[in-house]
């Protein structure tokens, strides 16, 4: 079977408390899209989760964007000393259970959900030696896990593998070099694997629905980052489209490639996108 390997764009962030100043945002390490390149083997690799990109100094913990976290007191004791990046997960298809107890006051919600742990950034050495680090120091809860990490050997390993994630619902797959060493920004030796791709648009315009959809949402007219604008009609919801994005809103789609025209092929809504 073919593969195909397509680029795409992070898609989670929340907010449930004021934010720090930009000066403040967590420096995290950002994938980049994969390379073909470099050898399988190289890498280590595990599940990309659909969850929410977490940053622990050790003493708090905020969101990507620099939003702090409130955790019930419970969970808060299981955090180490030590900074950790990792994501807050609570299993496939179930981003909606994490995105509604970060803005819940009680506890309920949080049962299920885990802070994933894939590095920890203020460790020197290589991304090998780090993740040695996480296995003899992350304290192993309920709450805080170390995300398994696996290395191959061949780019058709890496194929079957992906195809067994997606098909048990899963998004994709991450690859961090092995030699690597933590840095911030977008870098090319972490690296994301999906079948799709994705990314996000503001939210232009709202287009009236015809037929079955009279008096509804027919579609969004959305612009992305470099001005580029389309229609973007699939994926809702009878809900949503009764209720959609407000004007102005970012939301992220998934796509298969670009028209001649440049746009998006195959548009589908996936979600609204929490801002601060």
């Known amino acids: 079977m073919r593969t195909l390997y397509l680029s795409l764009c992070c898609t989670t962030m929340l907010v449930t408390v004021p934010a720090f100043g930009l ?6 390490q950002l994938a ?17 989760l659909d969850g929410v990109r977490i940053f622990w100094d050790g003493k708090q913990l905020r969101s990507r964007s620099g939003q702090w976290i409130k955790l019930p007191d419970s969970l808060l004791k299981q955090l180490p000393a030590f900074a950790l990046d990792g994501e807050l997960w609570a ?30 950034p203020q460790q ?13 120091q992350l304290p ?24 067994q994630v997606v098909a048990q619902g899963g998004e994709g797959l991450m ?7 933590y840095q911030s920004g977008r870098v090319s030796h972490l690296q994301k694997l999906k079948l799709v791709e994705d990314a996000e648009a503001r939210v232009v315009a709202h287009l009236p629905g015809k037929g079955q959809f009279s008096g509804m949402l027919g579609a969004l007219l959305v612009e992305l980052p ?3 604008r389309f229609k973007l009609g699939s994926g809702f919801t009878v809900e949503e489209r009764k209720k959609p994005p407000e004007i102005g809103r970012l939301v992220t789609f998934q796509y298969q490639g670009l028209t001649h ?8 809504f996936v979600r609204e996108r929490s801002e601060p």
Do not use: C, N
């Not at 809860?141 to 398994?148: E, G, N, S």
């Not at 690859?175 to 060493?181: D, F, G, Q, T, V």
């Open 261 to 268: 025209k440049g746009t998006p092929r195959f548009a589908v």
């Open 32 to 48: 980049q899209s994969y390379q073909q390149q470099e050898a399988v083997s190289d890498f280590w690799i595990s599940e990309k």
């Open 23 to 28: 000066e403040t945002l967590p420096q995290l």
């Open 124 to 136: 020197p050495g290589t991304f090998t030696e780090r993740l040695q680090f996480l296995k003899q």
């Open 140 to 163: 192993d809860t309920a709450f805080v896990q170390l995300l398994p990490q696996q290395q191959l050997q061949t780019k058709a390993q890496l194929d079957e593998l992906l195809q």
């Open 175 to 181: 690859l961090h070099h092995a030699k690597a060493l």
């Open 226 to 228: 470099d001005g580029r």
């Open 91 to 120: 299993g496939r298809g179930r981003f909606q259970q994490v995105m509604q107890a970060l803005q819940s006051s009680g506890t309920e919600l949080w049962q299920g959900i885990r802070i994933m742990v894939f590095d920890a």
